[in-house]
C-alpha cells in the first residue's frame, strides 16, 4: 500500500477524535497529533486500536508510546504491512 | 530490585516499602487530621450526606465480607469529593480500625502538590499523587502500584473520567482507560461504582456548595471482556463509566424531573 493511501486513511481515523476537523486538511507528515490537532491523549487508545482494526496489523504499548506525528504513524504502519 | 506478589505483580521493591511506610504513618496521624477535616465539612462547609446510616451499613456489608480487589469508580464534581466519599462510607473510629478501608487516591499532582500544607495533607490522606501530563512510565508505575495495593486487599478510588466533569454531567465519551489496565489481568476484583451529587451541584467546583446535602448511590459490579489486552481494558472502563451514567440518570429521573 502506497505511503499516500496509509496518510489519508490515518487522517480519516484521526478525524472524529481532533478538536477541529479543519486542521486535518493543513496536516502533513509533521503533525504532532496532540499539540497541532488537539487530541485528547485519553483517546490515542482509540486510535491505536482503529489503526490495528483498519490495516490488520498489531501494535504493541512501547511502539504506541513512540508515536508522535502522523508520519510516525505512517512510518509505524508501513512497517508493518 | 523487583518483587512479586502472589498475583505475579511485580512492583519495585522502593514503591513497596514507600506504600508501607505510608500507610503506617497516615494510620498514626489519622485522629489527629481526619477529626479536623471531618469538622470543617460539617460545621464550616455545612455539608450533610442524605441517607448516611444506610450509606455506611451497606458498605460495612460489602467492604468488609471479604478481601477480593475493591476499586471504587465514582464521577468527579469537585477537588474533594474523595474525602466526602470516606466520609459517607464509614465512621472515622471504623477507619482506624479497618484501615485498609480507607482507600488509597491517586490525585493529580498538579493540583495538590504545590503547597506544602497540600503535600502534608495528601500524604496523609493516603494519596499517590499522578501528574496527568507524566511519561507512559511513570503512569504504569501509579496503575501497578494501585493494582498491587488491590492485591493486597486495599481499597483504592479513582475517576474514571480522570477529571471533573466541566459540564456537572458524567461524560461517557471522555472515559480514561486507565481503570481498565489496573483492573485487567486481576484473576478477580470487583468495582464499586459511586454516583454523588450536591443537591445544588450544577457544574464542576472546587468544593461543594455550602450548606448543601449530598446525594449518594454505590453499586458493584464485576465488568468482564472477552477481549485481550488493551482492547479489555476499554471493555471493562466503558462498563464502569455507563453504569456510573446510569446511575446518574436514575438520580435526574428521581429528584430533577
Known amino acids: 500500500?502506497?505511503?499516500?493511501?496509509?496518510?489519508?486513511?490515518?487522517?480519516?481515523?484521526?478525524?472524529?477524535?481532533?478538536?477541529?476537523?479543519?486542521?486535518?486538511?493543513?496536516?502533513?507528515?509533521?503533525?504532532?497529533?496532540?499539540?497541532?490537532?488537539?487530541?485528547?491523549?485519553?483517546?490515542?487508545?482509540?486510535?491505536?486500536?482503529?489503526?490495528?482494526?483498519?490495516?490488520?496489523i498489531e501494535v504493541s504499548d512501547d511502539e504506541a508510546d513512540e508515536v508522535q506525528t502522523i508520519g510516525d504513524t505512517v512510518s509505524l504502519i508501513t512497517g508493518k504491512i | 530490585m523487583k518483587q512479586k506478589n502472589l498475583l505475579n505483580i511485580s512492583i519495585p521493591f522502593g514503591i513497596r516499602c514507600r506504600c508501607t511506610i505510608q500507610k503506617w504513618v497516615d494510620w498514626i496521624f489519622f485522629p489527629l487530621l481526619a477529626p479536623v477535616i471531618i469538622f470543617i465539612l460539617k460545621y464550616v462547609q455545612k455539608n450533610r450526606i442524605k441517607d448516611l446510616k444506610k450509606i455506611r451499613m451497606l458498605f460495612k456489608r460489602i467492604a468488609g465480607e471479604s478481601k477480593i480487589p475493591t476499586l471504587i469508580c465514582a464521577n468527579h464534581l469537585t477537588k474533594v469529593d474523595s474525602i466526602y466519599i470516606h466520609h459517607a462510607f464509614a465512621s472515622l473510629p471504623f477507619y482506624w480500625r479497618h484501615f485498609r478501608l480507607f482507600s488509597w487516591n491517586i490525585p493529580a499532582k498538579e493540583n495538590?502538590?504545590?503547597?506544602?500544607?497540600?503535600?502534608?495533607?495528601?500524604?496523609?490522606?493516603?494519596?499517590?499523587p499522578i501528574v496527568r501530563t507524566g511519561t507512559p512510565e511513570h503512569h504504569k508505575e501509579v496503575l501497578d502500584t494501585l493494582r498491587y495495593l488491590l492485591a493486597r486487599g486495599e481499597l483504592c478510588t479513582v475517576f474514571p473520567e480522570g477529571g471533573r466533569s466541566p459540564d456537572g454531567r458524567v461524560n461517557v465519551q471522555?472515559?480514561?482507560?486507565?481503570?481498565?489496565t489496573i483492573l485487567n489481568g486481576l484473576p478477580d476484583y470487583r468495582v464499586l461504582c459511586v454516583y454523588m451529587r450536591a443537591e445544588n451541584q450544577k457544574e464542576m467546583s472546587d468544593l461543594p456548595p455550602k450548606g448543601d446535602t449530598l446525594y449518594f448511590d454505590f453499586k458493584v459490579i464485576t465488568p468482564q471482556s472477552i477481549q485481550t489486552g488493551r482492547r479489555a481494558e476499554r471493555d471493562i472502563s466503558r462498563t464502569i463509566i455507563e453504569k456510573i451514567k446510569e446511575m446518574e440518570d436514575l438520580y435526574f429521573e428521581k429528584y430533577k424531573s
Not at chain 1, 493511501?5 to 477541529?20: D, N
Not at chain 2, 471522555?174 to 481498565?180: I, L
Open chain 2, 112 to 128: 495538590f502538590w504545590t503547597k506544602p500544607l497540600d503535600r502534608l495533607v495528601t500524604y496523609l490522606g493516603k494519596c499517590i
Open chain 2, 174 to 180: 471522555n472515559v480514561r482507560y486507565g481503570v481498565g
Open chain 1, 1 to 56: 500500500m502506497e505511503e499516500k493511501v496509509i496518510f489519508e486513511k490515518v487522517l480519516e481515523i484521526l478525524k472524529p477524535y481532533v478538536r477541529e476537523a479543519e486542521d486535518l486538511k493543513t496536516a502533513t507528515e509533521e503533525t504532532d497529533i496532540l499539540n497541532d490537532l488537539k487530541v485528547n491523549s485519553s483517546r490515542l487508545v482509540d486510535i491505536i486500536l482503529a489503526i490495528e482494526d483498519e490495516f490488520d
